[in-house]
T-cell receptor
């Protein structure tokens, strides 16, 4: 059974710092990995989708990498801003979609 | 605007009173699914549907039913809600199967007393 783990559970950084969020999964048989952002009381917003054949995806200040063989993905956020404060979730898909518990990020002004 | 719409957003009900949470998507997506989100447990899949009239159990299907009579709608039915079904529920859709980008609804916060 696929297990998805996100480390750290919570992270607090000053504005302007570059930061890395980690996601690991136990079964390398996946179609893709997706990073989401969730604001309090809101739904999930898709940030980046990496297909299993890809190594990374970039969108603005966000860069996500995927190492399927080692079961790891990282989400890199450059020049963090207070508006980046949210919970970040990773999810891997095969026949279903399995989520990590998330990393709660706080960016302090 | 492409979106997944859930209703209601908030619901308080009593144990045993049947309820339905609706989910509708306007993107002609084939794949739809329901999740519940609980503190410390993350999101867990309840049911999913690969296409019309095709549904299957996820990780935590007990106490829930779904139907997929038409492509755009995927209601979640709780025949006899219990307090342990108090949770935040999300509906999601993707173009085909789960291997394309998933779009989520805004969530339904359900409290069963």
């Amino acid at each position: 059974k696929q297990e998805v783990t996100q480390i750290p559970a919570a992270l607090s950084v000053p504005e302007g710092e570059n930061l890395v969020l980690n996601c690991s999964f136990t079964d390398s048989a996946i179609y893709n990995l997706q990073w989401f952002r969730q604001d309090p009381g809101k739904g999930l917003t898709s940030l980046l989708l990496i297909q299993s054949s890809q190594r990374e995806q970039t969108s603005g200040r966000l860069n996500a990498s995927l190492d399927k063989s080692s079961g790891r993905s990282t989400l890199y956020i450059a020049a963090s801003q207070p508006g980046d404060s949210a919970t970040y979730l990773c999810a891997v898909t095969y026949n279903d979609m399995r989520f990590g518990a998330g990393t709660r990020l706080t960016v302090k002004p | 605007e492409a979106q997944v719409t859930q209703n209601p957003r908030y619901l308080i009900t009593v144990t045993g009173k049947k309820l339905t949470v609706t989910c509708s998507q306007n993107m002609n997506h084939e794949y739809m699914s329901w999740y519940r989100q609980d503190p410390g447990l993350g999101l867990r899949q309840i049911y999913y549907s690969m296409n019309v009239e095709v549904t299957d159990k996820g990780d935590v299907p007990e106490g829930y039913k779904v139907s997929r009579k038409e492509k755009r709608n995927f209601p979640l039915i709780l025949e006899s809600p219990s307090p342990n079904q108090t949770s935040l529920y999300f509906c999601a859709s993707s173009l085909e199967a789960p291997n394309t980008e998933a779009f989520f609804g805004q969530g339904t916060r359900l409290t069963v007393v």
